[in-house]
């Protein structure tokens, strides 16, 4: 939902006791085993999800539209009603909450590369031959904190050569072309502003490229920096501004935290594994009236292309979740943010199911939580940005519209 | 899709050696024979399109939304991904169109028809009888290049009473209203500007309409013109622009030629016949990564009533598919621009079948291709503008959003 439309549910929002809780099985939806016919789920044994789905209703959600596959973000933000082509957000800022660096409202973020350049200056490997993570962060410790005028600098390692920088000051825009030239045998780019307002910014990446340059220049092949998606974090109405939610997250993984933070949940403590995150859940179930559950095993096997193991981690929940069903929610959401199939070993565009159960649902006949068996379900295929809503209804949670 | 939708896929299209087909069976859908209870592609023995199905995706499309029935320009831009509400193509432009008529970008044209009036000027037949598509064209010769100031004129026979007129100059706008004044026992309206910009072509239409009546004056019952549907070709963004797509046409029909040539396809000669068609998809199929292939005779007869012959071109499409099978497209689709059930003798709203099949879909229950069995299938029922994006996607042409 756009901002207009996020206005409408916040105009027929309103606050009660009653609870509602979306676990989120990240890159859920699969494509068939060729040997079996049968996907990631349905190949999957889960009988607690059946049976939930059996007394919910089902349905198939494209994270975005038809046949775009969406980044974490975007496929988030969808989740949490919020329009992802309207309110995107920027590589720096992902880079950022995926090493849970607290991003103030005015900073900037980039994410930097460390390559290799060679005399006359040309990029000879964007990636500098894909240096370990600890190297990364000694090199990190070098350019944190250089002396930029009128703005605190933060230089961060993320992952191999991949690092953030964080600008913060006053009069600040992200606004500002890359450095990252994109391929090899050029010089990187001077860095440009795209608008007046951004002019500022472009001259202290600038400094700070040149100064990280001559910082650099002894440690081939490690000797230069490149930069890219300058932005800041995006300024979204909270959850609590247009749903009157109390909302909390449960993720092990820091960029999803990020994203929860962003709409303006309560990150809560946890632990790695999904019986932890359960845990977690009983454990502050009184404190809130939503719960964003967040499963990242299911993605990272499906990248993998480990069509086993994304079906172990799809069984872990199922065997988890009589921990959610006992607490007895007003309102329980289990479906993903994207398909993640193991045949793509990536991110997809292929519609996943969801199963929404509640007192208050209109049960289908889909017996079975699966891609097959959710074609046929009662919440039908729809915009992911509809799932609050949907959730919101069936906790009685939106007034009537009109008279 | 509209601009800013077009726009963001064109940010994320990329081009690929993969190939897409997209097979239109104009008029496709139907509605059961009172006596069979069977559509006329449920009547139709189509083993080929149904062994597609099986092993791809089905679902229903909706031309432009449920309940409009559209006319097969609009029903053409939205398979192309274009929704039809924002680029409208005008009546005029269709008509050029239809005769093979190479608008150029400024031209205007308008859609005109012979007609009869009496000695004091007021309409008595629209049509003028409906007279023959020879004596129009001999009409026509009269009227064409008429000398107007500062425009080239050019006046050609569609069928019967209709003709094209096309004015070609410097600062001609559109945006006049038309003479036919839609009954009979009132004079032909005068055409006037809808705003300034159109002043000069609003007098040059009447100027050409004064010069027509006194050359047709004696030619009772065609001594008079009505003109409408002033239009020029809409500048759209081409299939090349928006999916980085070396695109090709295959329609006997003009029509359909000029509205692949509308969003920038290559019209490739071919036969009038199915097979000639499918014959020149093999010829070329080197040449190209999307392949538009139309094909007429289904909505002809659909608009003639004739169930059966319905039926037949129907099979004739199923003999040719392996011809297309065989050379192993990354994607073929299988759809039509809109339903011309042999029942209602014309286009209609009702959703019509599509089969879209790829490595990479995800199977659903749907055995054979058909209206009914296509509500079940996993694409579900969703706008004909979406096809596009799918079709990329299976073919691998999107990249990710957001990350």
């Given at each position: 939902m756009d901002l207009v439309n996020l206005e409408f549910i916040q105009s027929i929002s309103t606050p009660s006791p009653t609870k509602i809780v979306l676990v989120v099985i990240d890159g859920l939806g699969g494509l068939p085993?060729?040997?079996?016919?049968?996907t990631e789920l349905e190949t999957a044994n889960t009988p607690n999800l059946d049976k939930l789905a059996a007394s919910g209703t089902c349905g198939l959600i494209d994270p975005v539209s038809p046949g775009i596959t969406p980044g974490s973000s975007p496929a988030h933000l969808a989740l949490f009603g919020y329009n992802p082509i309207t309110f995107e957000v920027g590589r720096g800022v992902v880079e950022a909450m995926g090493i849970d660096f607290d991003l103030e409202p005015g900073d900037i973020a980039a994410r930097g590369n460390f390559c290799t350049v060679d005399k006359a200056g040309l990029v000879t490997d964007r990636r500098a031959g894909r240096i370990s993570t600890e190297k990364c962060t000694e090199l990190c410790q070098l350019l944190?904190?250089?002396?930029?005028?009128?703005v605190r600098l933060f230089v961060r390692p993320v992952r191999e050569h991949r690092f953030v920088v964080v600008f913060q000051g006053e009069?600040?825009?992200?606004?500002v072309s890359d450095s990252?030239?994109?391929?090899?045998g050029v010089v990187p780019k001077t860095i440009v502003a795209l608008n007046p307002q951004a002019d500022v910014m472009a001259d202290i990446a600038n400094q700070f490229v040149a100064q990280a340059k001559t910082i650099l220049a002894k440690y081939h092949p490690t000797n230069m920096v490149l930069l890219r998606g300058f932005s800041r974090r995006p300024q979204l109405p909270t959850m609590s501004e247009v749903y009157k939610l109390n909302s909390a997250a449960i993720a092990s993984y820091p960029m999803y935290r990020g994203l929860a933070k962003l709409v303006g949940m309560q990150v809560l403590e946890t632990g790695v594994s999904i019986k932890e995150e359960f845990v977690t859940l009983r454990q502050n179930?009184?404190?809130?009236d939503f719960f964003f559950l967040h499963i990242k095993g299911t993605d990272s096997a499906g990248e993998d292309g480990d069509f086993d193991r994304k079906v172990s981690v799809i069984e872990e929940v199922d065997k988890a979740l009589p921990g959610l069903t006992s607490l007895e929610p007003d309102v329980i959401v289990v479906t993903g943010d994207h398909s993640t199939p193991a045949l793509l070993k990536g991110h997809s565009w292929h519609p996943l199911p969801i199963l929404l159960y509640s007192q208050w649902c209109r049960p289908d006949g889909v017996g079975e939580f699966s891609e097959s068996a959710c074609i046929l379900g009662g919440l039908g295929r729809f915009p992911a940005t509809q799932i609050m809503p949907l959730a919101m209804a069936h906790a009685l949670k939106l007034s009537k519209f009109g008279a």
């Open positions: 085993n060729p040997e079996t016919g049968k944190d904190g250089l002396a930029l005028e009128g009069g600040l825009a992200p606004d990252d030239p994109q391929q090899v179930y009184a404190n809130y």
